[in-house]
């Protein structure tokens, strides 16, 4: 089992900056990709950024140039750091972790407890 815990929510003005971490615990040696999705209300969850073990990432387009997923193999921790944020990024923001990427993508194998960013003037 993998226990995941996010931190680092909370309310921003636009154009502002907020740093999102998720502390993975257990048999993480089984996790080869970590992830952010986020969901806002009334609409579908959404898959925000990815990284694998090799090093690689990939983001929505949504997010590309303003997002970046980076992770901490000492700390087993992913942070997700957002610049630039808008409005429509306003979303409960969840960690994710799973073996494969089709798994990742299709429905994960862990979850953490999200944690909501608001992003208001």
């Known amino acids: 089992q993998v226990q995941l815990v996010e931190s680092g929510g909370g309310l921003v003005q636009p154009g502002g900056s907020l740093r999102l971490s998720c502390k993975a615990s257990g048999t993480i040696f089984s996790i080869n990709y970590m992830s952010w999705y986020r969901q806002a209300p009334g609409k579908q969850r959404e898959l925000v950024a990815t990284f694998h073990d090799s090093g690689s990432t990939n983001y929505a387009d949504s997010v590309k140039g303003r997002f970046t997923i980076s992770r901490d193999n000492a700390k087993n921790t992913v942070d997700l750091q957002m610049n630039s944020l808008k409005p429509e990024d306003t979303a409960v923001y969840y960690c994710?972790?799973?073996?494969?990427?089709?798994?990742?993508?299709?429905?994960?194998?862990?979850w953490g407890q999200g944690t909501q960013v608001t992003v208001s003037s």
């Open positions: 994710a972790a799973a073996p494969t990427i089709i798994k990742l993508m299709r429905a994960p194998n862990y």
